[in-house]
């Protein structure tokens, strides 16, 4: 879309598009950057916080080598906050030299190059980290921490705003790293009136991002910030080979935009080692997966696996922890000190089976096709054809479950063959299979059996190949599902709903997480999106569209008529009559070979309240 283009400032600039459901005939998620598959590798902070330094980070790095997990594609060694020492007077950024000696140079303006060329000796990329605003995380919510930055006050300034250039260019021309994660701390902790500033450390920055209250946020301000990074990346890694990493916690409603401008989006705040907090940051992704595509993912923080609910006494829910990270497509980064990873640990981050889920070519993030607050299944798309099933046991007794060849759209006339995804088991099956899940547990499957739908794909099978380039959300809006961890302590009014993305589009689901349905006709399958939309489909090779489309029953307005419309490459295949709450669903068809990228806008005149759901029922790609 011409606005994003504008906003995120790596093309030129152009006249505002004034009407967002125009088709563009071009897919407008981000395919910059090294992401084609989602980023693995080890990051620092879950093991050491801000106590790092090189021996800790490149003995991690050797184990990642020596045990063969690089070989499993873990690459990315990525330093987390605590390299530095401060930026310099002329605004040049240190590292610091007693963490990190061999940073050291002779005229003292330090270099990370020998760092990061040990690194790709071994065959690993490197990744760093650093903060939009002016000031950090830990200088924020850490002050006792030993290694912060030292310094005048503007030495102690070393996150990018104001030196987005500079840096990017010292990080990546200069030094030779491959991966950035940037923090939003320095937007959203130095306000005039904070303690830290009015204590005279540190310089005030009034907030543009407010964690809790999206309204307080300046998205379009963030989202120029990143803009620029990302205008920076591009310049100073000619080659692509790069990744943006966004770490502003769902705010900002990030989940909506980051997917046009970086590679990985981080949806929630810090994971933390307890169960519960696993599940938060694991619903604020599970639901998104429309919002994730090859080149930018959903990012629910780091694996936390090696320490408290994930440590080696607790392997059911290590394994849990990795099958949904897998399931989800997340960046798959190891938080544990490598040094001393127990064994039966180091086997969980070595799971061929679930790496291959993760780094599908597909790139199909899993699809809820089960969904209530005890039991969940995920069904994931591979690229292959076949499909993977989870079975997540949320809750603390046994479950018996019933995994039916409908959650998988597979025929139940006809046997699927199911392999475990952690001990390697192969069973078949006809119809649905009993299985009990222990608490805590997700039980895995790869499975192969003939299609319901045989000669195409429905859309909702395919999220990575969807992009709703315009959901028709006008104001962002809490989501009420996603489980509030008592995590941070029982201080203060508890966890209340703040992460927004309520409303979004949804694979096999309205935006409101409720089934499919156009006056009483039911879809188990199709995309369900809020009316003044309009989602991106690539089309690799298919030659029909079907669905049928119409206003979904759980509308709550009965008047609005919505117009659905499909093109092709730009150009209008077939329209739908203007259609109501109640009016049967309109069976929409066309010839759709030789295109590449369709689009699929939903237009209605007057849907002031920005709550009116649609569905393109058992919308598919067909072979003929
Ligand atoms: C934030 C991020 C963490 C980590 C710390 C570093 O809290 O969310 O992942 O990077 O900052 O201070």
Same mark, same amino acid.
């Given at each position: 879309?011409?606005?994003?283009?504008?906003?995120?400032?790596?093309?030129?600039?152009?006249?505002?598009?004034?009407?967002?459901?125009?088709?563009?005939?071009?897919?407008?998620?981000?395919?910059?950057?090294?992401?084609?598959?989602?980023?693995?590798?080890?990051?620092?902070?879950?093991?050491?916080?801000?106590?790092?330094?090189?021996?800790?980070?490149?003995?991690?790095?050797?184990?990642?080598?020596?045990?063969?997990?690089?070989?499993?594609?873990?690459?990315?060694?990525?330093?987390?906050?605590?390299?530095?020492?401060?930026?310099?007077?002329?605004?040049?950024?240190?590292?610091?030299?007693?963490?990190?000696?061999?940073?050291?140079?002779?005229?003292?303006?330090?270099?990370?190059?020998?760092?990061?060329?040990?690194?790709?000796?071994?065959?690993?990329?490197?990744?760093?980290?650093?903060?939009?605003?002016?000031?950090?995380?830990?200088?924020?919510?850490?002050?006792?921490?030993?290694?912060?930055?030292?310094?005048?006050?503007?030495?102690?300034?070393?996150?990018?705003?104001?030196?987005?250039?500079?840096?990017?260019?010292?990080?990546?021309?200069?030094?030779?790293?491959?991966?950035?994660?940037?923090?939003?701390?320095?937007?959203?902790?130095?306000?005039?009136?904070?303690?830290?500033?009015?204590?005279?450390?540190?310089?005030?920055?009034?907030?543009?991002?407010?964690?809790?209250?999206?309204?307080?946020?300046?998205?379009?301000?963030?989202?120029?910030?990143?803009?620029?990074?990302?205008?920076?990346?591009?310049?100073?890694?000619?080659?692509?080979?790069?990744?943006?990493?966004?770490?502003?916690?769902?705010?900002?409603?990030?989940?909506?935009?980051?997917?046009?401008?970086?590679?990985?989006?981080?949806?929630?705040?810090?994971?933390?080692?307890?169960?519960?907090?696993?599940?938060?940051?694991?619903?604020?992704?599970?639901?998104?997966?429309?919002?994730?595509?090859?080149?930018?993912?959903?990012?629910?923080?780091?694996?936390?696996?090696?320490?408290?609910?994930?440590?080696?006494?607790?392997?059911?829910?290590?394994?849990?922890?990795?099958?949904?990270?897998?399931?989800?497509?997340?960046?798959?980064?190891?938080?544990?000190?490598?040094?001393?990873?127990?064994?039966?640990?180091?086997?969980?981050?070595?799971?061929?089976?679930?790496?291959?889920?993760?780094?599908?070519? !597909? %790139?199909?993030? +899993?699809?809820?096709?089960?969904?209530?607050?005890? #039991? $969940?299944?995920?069904?994931?798309?591979? @690229?292959? /054809?076949?499909?993977?099933?989870?079975?997540?046991?949320?809750?603390?007794?046994?479950?018996?479950?019933?995994?039916?060849?409908?959650?998988?759209?597979?025929?139940?006339?006809?046997?699927?063959?199911?392999?475990?995804?952690?001990?390697?088991?192969?069973?078949?099956?006809?119809?649905?299979?009993?299985?009990?899940?222990?608490?805590?547990?997700?039980?895995?499957?790869?499975?192969?059996?003939?299609?319901?739908?045989?000669?195409?794909?429905?859309?909702?099978?395919?999220?990575?190949?969807?992009?709703?380039?315009?959901?028709?959300?006008?104001?962002?809006?809490?989501?009420?599902?996603?489980?509030?961890?008592?995590?941070?302590?029982?201080?203060?009014?508890?966890?209340?709903?703040?992460?927004?993305?309520? !409303? %979004?589009?949804? +694979?096999?689901?309205?935006?409101?997480?409720?089934? #499919? $349905?156009?006056?009483?006709?039911?879809? @188990?399958? /199709?995309?369900?999106?809020?009316?003044?939309?309009?989602?991106?489909?690539?089309?690799?090779?298919?030659?029909?569209?079907?669905?049928?489309?119409?206003?979904?029953?759980?509308?709550?307005?009965?008047?609005?008529?919505?117009?659905?419309?499909?093109?092709?490459?730009?150009?209008?295949?077939?329209?739908?009559?203007?259609?109501?709450?109640?009016?049967?669903?309109?069976?929409?068809?066309?010839?759709?070979?030789?295109?590449?990228?369709?689009?699929?806008?939903?237009?209605?005149?007057?849907?002031?309240?920005?709550?009116?759901?649609?569905?393109?029922?058992?919308?598919?790609?067909?072979?003929?």
């Amino acid at each position: 879309m011409l606005t994003i283009a504008l906003l995120c400032g790596s093309q030129p600039a152009i006249a505002q598009q004034t009407d967002p459901l125009a088709p563009t005939g071009t897919w407008s998620a981000n395919v910059d950057g090294a992401a084609i598959t989602p980023p693995m590798g080890w990051n620092s902070w879950n093991a050491f916080f801000t106590d790092l330094d090189e021996e800790k980070v490149l003995a991690s790095a050797q184990v990642i080598v020596d045990t063969g997990l690089a070989a499993k594609g873990y690459r990315y060694i990525n330093l987390d906050e605590g390299w530095w020492q401060h930026r310099r007077d002329d605004g040049r950024m240190l590292a610091n030299t007693d963490r990190f000696p061999s940073t050291r140079t002779p005229d003292g303006a330090t270099s990370f190059r020998p760092f990061t060329d040990r690194l790709h000796g071994m065959g690993l990329k490197a990744g760093l980290y650093s903060d939009l605003g002016r000031n950090t995380c830990a200088q924020a919510y850490m002050p006792d921490q030993t290694n912060l930055p030292r310094g005048t006050l503007t030495q102690r300034e070393v996150g990018l705003y104001g030196h987005i250039d500079q840096d990017i260019s010292q990080f990546f021309g200069e030094w030779g790293f491959d991966y950035i994660k940037i923090d939003g701390c320095g937007l959203r902790a130095y306000g005039p009136e904070s303690e830290r500033v009015v204590s005279g450390r540190y310089r005030a920055l009034d907030p543009i991002l407010n964690l809790e209250t999206v309204a307080l946020s300046d998205i379009p301000a963030v989202r120029g910030l990143f803009g620029e990074v990302k205008t920076a990346l591009m310049r100073y890694n000619p080659d692509n080979d790069f990744v943006l990493s966004l770490c502003i916690w769902g705010s900002a409603h990030v989940r909506a935009w980051a997917k046009d401008i970086g590679n990985v989006s981080r949806t929630s705040d810090d994971i933390t080692p307890h169960w519960g907090r696993m599940l938060t940051n694991f619903d604020t992704a599970v639901t998104r997966e429309l919002y994730a595509h090859p080149g930018s993912w959903n990012d629910p923080d780091m694996l936390f696996i090696g320490k408290g609910d994930f440590d080696a006494d607790h392997l059911t829910e290590a394994r849990s922890h990795f099958t949904l990270w897998a399931f989800l497509n997340a960046p798959l980064l190891i938080g544990s000190d490598l040094r001393n990873t127990p064994q039966p640990l180091m086997d969980i981050f070595g799971n061929s089976a679930l790496i291959a889920l993760n780094q599908d070519p !597909g %790139g199909h993030q +899993a699809v809820l096709a089960y969904d209530t607050d005890d #039991l $969940q299944i995920l069904v994931k798309t591979l @690229a292959d /054809g076949d499909k993977a099933v989870a079975i997540l046991n949320r809750s603390s007794a046994p479950v018996e479950a019933t995994l039916t060849a409908a959650h998988m759209k597979l025929r139940d006339d006809a046997a699927i063959a199911t392999t475990d995804l952690w001990n390697g088991e192969g069973a078949s099956f006809t119809g649905e299979m009993k299985v009990t899940v222990a608490p805590r547990e997700t039980r895995a499957w790869r499975v192969r059996g003939n299609r319901a739908l045989e000669d195409g794909m429905y859309l909702s099978e395919l999220p990575g190949q969807v992009n709703p380039a315009v959901d028709g959300l006008t104001v962002p809006q809490v989501d009420p599902t996603i489980h509030r961890a008592a995590s941070f302590g029982t201080r203060g009014s508890g966890a209340r709903p703040f992460y927004t993305g309520w !409303g %979004g589009a949804r +694979a096999d689901s309205t935006p409101y997480g409720r089934v #499919l $349905q156009v006056a009483g006709q039911h879809f @188990a399958s /199709g995309i369900g999106v809020l009316a003044n939309s309009r989602l991106e489909a690539r089309n690799e090779g298919h030659r029909r569209f079907t669905a049928s489309v119409g206003v979904d029953d759980s509308a709550e307005d009965a008047d609005n008529e919505v117009t659905f419309a499909l093109y092709g490459d730009g150009r209008l295949l077939t329209r739908s009559e203007p259609l109501s709450r109640g009016m049967p669903a309109q069976s929409l068809e066309a010839d759709i070979t030789g295109v590449t990228l369709l689009e699929l806008v939903a237009r209605t005149r007057d849907a002031a309240n920005g709550r009116l759901p649609v569905t393109w029922g058992d919308a598919a790609l067909m072979q003929r």
